[in-house]
């Protein structure tokens, strides 16, 4: 599984995408999505495989099979500005819903979060998009 998860995640940020474009390019629920990269679904269907595979534009073997992964930074893309503003927004976000969220996927969505605002929104931190996210988490 953790092969999958780093691979779908290889190729979404080569594609420069996020998990919520990723949902919206697969037509899968968020929660899917979320479960794979965030190591709760330890077995996803191949109809799903398969979804996620045609949404990344590659094969099904792209993403099962191993493979060295890309874990370049591009520092020419860090906005640290952002970055902080992100961080700031999902901390609030977490403290207002009340959540226990483990700090792994804090992670996760301080990623989603900045990479969505980065590519998106005149790369200013989007509420209610950080919001949604926290809202979604189980």
């Not at 080569?14 to 979320?34: E, V």
């Not at 860090?78 to 804090?106: C, G, M, R, Y």
Request: overall charge neutral.
């Amino acid at each position: 599984m953790e092969t999958i998860k780093n691979n779908i995640l290889s190729m979404m940020h080569s594609k420069n995408l996020t998990a919520y474009a990723l949902t919206k390019k697969s037509n899968l629920k968020i929660a899917t999505i979320q479960n794979i990269l965030y190591g709760k679904s330890k077995n996803p269907t191949i109809s799903v495989i398969s979804e996620i595979a045609a949404a990344l534009d590659c094969s099904v073997s792209d993403l099962i099979n191993e493979k060295t992964i890309d874990h370049t930074i591009y520092v020419e893309n860090w906005n640290q500005t952002l970055f902080l503003s992100v961080v700031k927004e999902i901390a609030d976000q977490i403290s207002k819903n009340k959540k226990e969220i483990p700090h792994t996927e804090i992670i996760s969505l301080i990623n989603e979060s900045y990479k969505y605002a980065l590519f998106h929104n005149d790369k200013k931190v989007d509420v209610s998009f950080c919001r949604w996210l926290i809202e979604k988490c189980d």
